[in-house]
């Protein structure tokens, strides 16, 4: 655990203010629910929820059979980080921080596809450079309760590959059914 040398006093309903230092470098925005534990030293730990967190067991599955159905890499992440990676290299993936760009797709609950090789590339993570790795891609958000909980990337490497509704469905299937996984 990390020392901040900042002390804060519990108020009188039990509240206690995290600074806003350590909200912005955690990315804590407003109305973000955080999970507490404690431990047997008696130390309190807050982490940042993350719904889709919960099934990564699952999500990872469930990228292996898109990746299989769709012969493309198949990335499903919540809403800071990717949480599971198939058909492509993990370690460029795997619980990486999501890029500015993806996290604003996700703000505005927007579908992205590029269709052909001319269109802009969505860097997936924060490593990416902005550098065109991918010919082609589909973003879709996962949406629960209304409210934006992370995204099922589709991505393809090969010059001639374009992808069309068909991979825009199956995105969208997917993310459909991880959104209703949320609601149960």
């Not at 925005?29 to 955080?34: C, H, I, N, Q, R």
Request: charged share 30%; net charge negative.
């Amino acid at each position: 655990m990390k020392a901040t040398g900042v002390v804060r006093r519990i108020d009188d309903l039990g509240r206690v203010v995290i600074p806003k230092e350590i909200r912005k470098t955690l990315r804590i925005k407003e109305g973000e629910p955080l999970e507490i534990f404690t431990d047997r030293e008696g130390q309190v730990i807050l982490k940042k929820y993350s719904p889709i967190g919960e099934l990564s067991e699952f999500a990872t599955g469930y990228a292996e059979t898109l990746s299989k159905t769709t012969g493309h890499i198949a990335c499903i992440t919540d809403k800071d980080t990717v949480i599971a990676v198939s058909g492509g290299a993990k370690k460029e993936f795997l619980e990486q921080n999501i890029s500015d760009e993806l996290e604003q797709l996700m703000e505005d609950k927007e579908v992205y596809t590029s269709k052909d090789n001319s269109d802009v590339s969505v860097p997936i993570t924060k490593n990416g450079n902005n550098e065109r790795k991918y010919n082609a891609q589909v973003v879709y958000p996962i949406i629960s309760n209304g409210d934006t909980i992370g995204t099922v990337i589709l991505l393809s490497k090969e010059s001639n590959t374009k992808m069309n509704e068909v991979e825009k469905k199956v995105a969208q299937s997917a993310a459909t059914f991880l959104g209703s996984q949320m609601e149960i």
